[in-house]
């Protein structure tokens, strides 16, 4: 973990409201796993001090980028940097997800609007390509549905409002996988074969509650990655604490460091907010 002035090469609007920037940050690149995240300080900001986090999206040689969505002043101040410009980034930060290995369990990766970004990497590095759930409420919140395709992933696509794919929430489509997997024989592509499935999962808080209920009724396995707010991003300040079981209760534990990402069987789900 380092923490580094960065300099911003390109940050581009993606669909809508969301936006790509890739920053040349070698030795930040060199230490990515997936999952894991960038916290950045934005120096135009009044609050610089507060840094925002951010998954990695991608990383390659010199450059990591990140894939957001302007929701606030942060990201709305973000998106205004262009290329040349300077950002202090602390990164990679987190416990990430586990990379199936080769000949094990077929990933199902499930992924809730910028919640894609934190999958892009676990998709490339993974010897075994599974199936991409992605949902969002409406079509411009679905991201990267092409590169997912271009790496041999399968993508199912849900939308709340029916703009695209299937309607209704992303769930549905994973539960329809798992229940029958050959459900999609019909689809235009060949459908994969799904042995000993593992669930992975990025996106707002009820889908990944969603996710992990799922999981336990199906008795699979599954890694989520927790959206929670942060402030220093480094285990210090609390702001960050989940419930998670332990041999004789639960404690809580920070989703900067212990996390992200958590077994799905280990948050306790009824104290979690
Ligand atoms: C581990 C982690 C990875 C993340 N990865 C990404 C990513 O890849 N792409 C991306 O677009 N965003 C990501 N986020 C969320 C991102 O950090 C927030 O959207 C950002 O901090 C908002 O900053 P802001 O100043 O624009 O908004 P603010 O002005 O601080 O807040 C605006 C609104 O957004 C809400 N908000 C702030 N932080 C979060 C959050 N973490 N989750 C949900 N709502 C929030 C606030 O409550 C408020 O309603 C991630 C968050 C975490 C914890
Ligand atoms: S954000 Fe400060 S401890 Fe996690």
Known sequence: MVEQPVQVISNERDTDAYFRLVLRAPEIARATQPGQF?????????????????????????????????????????????????????????????????????????????????????????????????????????????EFRKLGWDVRVATEDGSYGEKGLVTQPLLAEIQNPKSKAESARPAKQIQNPKLFACGPTPMLKAVAKIAEEHKLAAEISMDEHMCCGVGVCLTCVIPVKTASGWEYQRTCTEGPVFDSREVVWEVAK
Request: with cysteine; proline share 6%; glycine share 14%.
């Open 38 to 146: 960038l916290h950045l300080r934005i120096p135009p900001l009044r609050d610089a001090l507060l840094r925002r986090p951010f998954s990695i999206f991608q990383a390659n040689g010199e450059t990591v980028s990140i894939l957001y969505k302007t929701i606030g002043k942060g990201t709305d101040m973000l998106a205004r940097m262009g290329a040349g410009e300077e950002l202090s980034a602390i990164g990679p930060l987190g416990h990430g997800f586990t990379v199936p290995a080769r000949g094990g369990e077929t990933p199902l990766l499930v992924a809730g609007g910028y919640g894609m970004a934190a999958m892009y990497l676990l998709a490339e590095r993974s010897p075994q390509k599974g199936i991409v759930f992605v949902g969002g409420r409406r079509r411009v919140d679905i991201l990267c549905e092409a």
